[in-house]
DNA sequence: CAATATACATAATTTTCCTATGTATATAAG
DNA sequence: CTTATATACATAGGAAAATTATGTATATTG
């Protein structure tokens, strides 16, 4: 929540660094290493993470194991040999838009 | 187009950012000059670019002077007292977007 | 004369996210 | 002991934003 209309298209691609970095992840986990990570300025909603989860694995760039721990269930999430490369995809095209952005906004302009 | 499913959420700060800066330009003008300062990376197509000056002009924060020029016609658009206050808004949403996705995705750290 | 550039517009669709809701267990507060 | 909060998942319905695909029209270049 809170502030962040732009989100759009760049979900999956936090979704995916995270658990490039992290190797396996669950839903709630994702969701707070997020808030943790950036102070609380950026909350995923359930409503959000878990069709774009659902939607990664129905790709086959996300498998599945579920675990159970203290009578509640987790859904761990890992990338597939697609999943890495996905990932490397989408880091490129976000560094390219954000270096693009800073630009057109006078933002920390790309020097060089 | 080409590369730039990213673009959801900041087409309007784009646009408000280049009329902040230029005082008036009219729609095809906003296309050349995007693709321009991005090296032809960022292409903004007709379909979402008046569709989303119409919305801003209907939001009071755009106002509208029609021209003649060689017989075609130039709808120039510019900012109203409150698209200046939106600007300010907008850009200041993007930075900290930007900040936020900087450190989730490891891309240029913030120092501090 | 054809292709490209300039200049606007919009309908229909798709993508992506959010809101609201629902289920269920564990723990902390009072 | 009861209530609120945290943990943990899921999905239906709706909204917002951009794209695709058209359409109109004039000027310029080859």
Do not use: C
Request: cysteine-free.
């Amino acid at each position: 929540m809170s502030a962040n209309g732009m989100l759009k298209g760049s979900l999956q691609t936090i979704i995916l660094k995270l658990l490039h970095e992290n190797d396996k992840m669950y839903g709630y986990e994702i969701t707070q290493k997020v808030k943790e990570i950036t102070n609380g300025e950026i909350k995923l909603t359930e409503g959000s993470l878990y069709p774009s989860l659902h939607k990664m694995e129905a790709e086959g760039i996300l498998s599945t194991s579920t675990e159970l721990v203290d009578n509640r269930t987790r859904k761990y999430y890992s990338l597939t040999k697609e999943g890495h490369l996905e990932v490397e995809t989408k880091l490129e095209e976000a560094r390219s838009f954000i270096g693009n952005l800073q630009v057109l906004l006078n933002l920390n302009p790309k020097l060089s």
